[in-house]
């Protein structure tokens, strides 16, 4: 598959292209308010806790295992987020002294690379809180089984693999950013 200059990808590519943003929009948006939900519940059980412990000396005993368990699920769904936006950490120092084509050439392996990791771990992920291990264990304080918690982990995984499949496209057939066409021209 070549990469082709901006506006230059066929009809149906563009159409793939919105319909594949529009669910990872979706997706974002989804992402974005359950993150919120999770900080919002975060700082309410911390500040009942605290307020429990040090004015009644009667603290919630489960607070720091639900806080824990709230944690991780918020940073996975914001690495999630910050791979939609393009936003993770990356060392681009030869990527940005590269003409445009080979910038997209690089990015796009690199994002390739990306989603076949994401795959993978989506089905380690899956096949793991699968088995009987993680089945019948027990969040000690919660009381509860620890495999909806887990459940975070495929769920993300997956979220991830839809956004970087879009990041792919992106590249393949989206815009070029303006600084690399100025500087490919300026090198023609």
């Known amino acids: ?26 997706l974002n948006g989804l992402e974005r308010l359950l993150c919120a939900a999770l900080v919002v519940a975060f700082s ?9 412990r040090y004015v009644f000396a ?17 940073a996975f769904l914001a690495t999630s987020l910050a791979l939609a936006r393009r936003e993770l950490v990356a060392v681009t120092l030869l990527l940005d002294h590269l003409p445009a084509r080979p910038q997209r050439w690089l990015r796009t392996a690199s ?10 771990m989506l089905y380690a992920a899956s096949v793991w809180i699968l088995s009987d291990s993680v089945q019948y264990e027990r969040a000690i304080t919660l009381g509860l089984p620890k495999w909806p918690f887990f459940a975070v982990l495929p769920a ?25 066409l100025a500087e490919e021209a300026r090198l023609s």
């Not at 994002?111 to 993978?120: A, G, K, P, R, Y």
């Not at 993300?156 to 989206?174: K, P, R, Y």
């Open 111 to 120: 994002d390739v690379v990306v989603i076949l990791l994401l795959l993978l």
């Open 58 to 74: 009667r603290p919630l005993y489960f607070a720091e295992e639900a806080c824990v368990l709230i944690m991780i699920g918020m």
């Open 1 to 26: 598959m070549s990469l082709r200059a901006p506006g230059q990808a066929p009809e149906r590519a563009r159409r793939v292209l919105q319909s594949a943003r529009a669910v990872s929009r979706v």
């Open 44 to 52: 309410l059980l911390l500040l009942i806790n605290v307020t429990l």
């Open 156 to 180: 993300v995984f997956a979220t991830m693999s839809v956004h970087a499949f879009v990041n792919i496209l992106e590249d393949l057939w989206g815009d070029v950013e303006p600084r690399a």
